[in-house]
């Protein structure tokens, strides 16, 4: 017990310096409880698995044992003054009456799982995502010295720092190293890609996404709520509420948390028993969006487990909004219950989600319409210009006394009207009815066109176009 306060003293003064420390919790060390089926005992026969692969175990201590069985390929290695002994002297009579196997069993523990590092949180408040929970791109690792330990990594992963008791590693260390003989071969299993970036800080105030791949293979527990979440970056259902946004221009994450921080001290909406996690996610066509899950396993009242969570969601929906740091419509919560009535959840369906950009998305839809609309109208327009002028300029230029149209012509004649009524006059009538009006044509029936064309015509008048202005068949 005293050894492990120590260390974690150790780590947080070494997390001071704003370095993101992750260290692997798992070893292939003899003492390590988790390797055996029961506690070694000096009477039973001890069987190092066969697991398929070569492995190594390290002894740290002095042991006594009965008898001891290989694996058919391994390593048995010993740390200073360890030492195994198969002498039952000094045991009372009867001690060894019922002698049972006890077996090793090496596992390998993947990279990717979040329960295989161990990181000091350095906020009291805000537990960590578990996609935030394995080895970032900017986060330095830590293998302890005095262990063995088997890592399966087939997937390749960045990490800022990389440290093996203590010796400081790069990539091509890594390589080196997991090239070697002995123990240093036997760590990695699969080792697929392991670079070392050598940055150790996140210099965007948005904040970082940790880059690296999460395994969620492990086995889930049951959750006590009628409609778990499944968040991004969380590797099990819970209960309790999600809040999500994107953030805007200006926006500083640790800032963000730190505000958070406070207003959940000030309201008193911080419980042991409730997590509150707050981290950076990638959703869909790489738009980042920072999540706030919170969750419980409270059950004592009628509602069960995710009500209280629910709630303080809620809470945290109305800060965010009361403080403008982004607007309700871009807002998004999803809850495993709905625990009061409020603006927060008088929207929500009946599967109790409230999309905050429904809005949003209304308004994009509404403009986008309108837009093809104006854009039709436009099109049209311009063909309706485009056809009217190219009828003009198909016809002949009529000048009559000096470039002055004649006053019946310029008052009835109505351009590209569809000659569907039969009392709308041609262009020859207009123009018949204007030289009898003014007397310089014959006092003839308006049928007479053979007389008229053969009049003689009056100096000063051009040729006058006897087809019709308008392009269009006549009905």
Same mark, same amino acid.
């Given at each position: ?138 986060? @330095? #690792?830590? *293998?302890?010295?005095?262990?063995? %330990?088997?890592?399966?990594?087939? /997937? ?5 720092? !990389? &440290? ?77 509420? @999600? #809040?999500? *946004?994107?953030?805007?221009?200006? %926006?500083?994450?640790?800032?963000? /948390? ?5 207003? !959940? &001290? ?210």
């Amino acid at each position: 017990m005293s050894l492990l306060l120590i260390l974690s003293a150790v780590l947080c003064a070494e997390g001071s310096n704003g370095v993101v420390k992750k260290y692997w919790v798992h070893s292939n060390n003899w003492n390590n409880p988790k390797n055996w089926d029961v506690s070694p005992d000096p009477c039973d026969p001890v069987i190092l698995s066969d697991r398929g692969y070569d492995y190594s175990v390290l002894v740290t201590s002095r042991a006594h044992l009965n008898s001891l069985e290989f694996p058919s390929t391994g390593e048995l290695m010993f740390g200073d003054r360890a030492s195994i002994s198969f002498s039952l002297s000094g045991l009372g009579p009867g001690q060894c009456s019922s002698p049972v196997s006890n077996t090793y069993t090496a596992r390998q523990y993947s990279w990717g799982d979040p329960n295989n590092w161990y990181s000091p949180s350095r906020d009291p408040i805000f537990s960590t995502a578990d996609s935030d929970r394995i080895p970032c791109w900017t986060d @330095e #690792v830590v *293998f302890n010295e005095s262990s063995v %330990f088997n890592v399966l990594l087939d /997937k390749s992963v960045e990490v800022g720092a !990389l &440290k093996i008791g203590a010796e400081d590693l790069d990539t091509e260390d890594v390589r080196a190293y997991t090239l070697g003989a002995g123990r240093s071969q036997l760590q990695f299993i699969n080792l697929a890609q392991l670079i070392v970036t050598g940055r150790t800080v996140c210099t965007n105030h948005q904040g970082c996404l940790c880059g690296n791949q999460l395994d969620c293979s492990s086995e889930c527990p049951r959750r006590d709520c009628a409609k778990p979440i499944k968040s991004k970056g969380m590797c099990c259902h819970y209960c309790g509420a @999600e #809040v999500r *946004f994107r953030p805007p221009a200006g %926006f500083y994450l640790e800032k963000f /948390k730190k505000s958070l921080g406070n207003f !959940l &001290k000030d309201k008193q909406l911080i419980d042991d028993n409730i997590s509150i996690t707050v981290s950076l996610q990638e959703y869909e066509l790489s738009t980042l969006n920072v999540q706030i899950t919170v969750s419980d396993s409270i059950t004592d009242g009628i509602e069960g487990a995710g009500y209280e969570s629910s709630r303080i969601a809620s809470k945290i929906h109305d800060y965010i909004v009361d403080y403008d740091i982004v607007r309700a419509s871009d807002l998004f919560i999803l809850q495993s219950h709905l625990p009061y009535k409020s603006e927060t959840t008088e929207s929500l369906e009946s599967n109790q989600t409230v999309t905050g950009g429904i809005q949003s998305w209304v308004l994009y839809l509404v403009l986008s319409v309108s837009f093809v609309l104006l854009i039709i109208i436009v099109v049209l327009l311009f063909k309706c210009s485009r056809r009217y002028r190219d009828n003009g300029n198909n016809q002949p230029h009529v000048r009559l006394d000096h470039g002055v149209l004649p006053r019946t012509l310029d008052r009835r004649f109505k351009p590209c009207v569809p000659a569907l009524d039969q009392d709308i006059p041609t262009y020859e009538e207009v123009l018949m009815e204007d030289m009898l009006n003014r007397g310089i044509a014959p006092d003839q029936p308006r049928s007479q066109d053979s007389v008229l064309r053969g009049a003689p015509r009056r100096p000063g008048y051009a040729e006058i176009p006897t087809s019709d202005i308008c392009d269009r068949a006549r009905v």
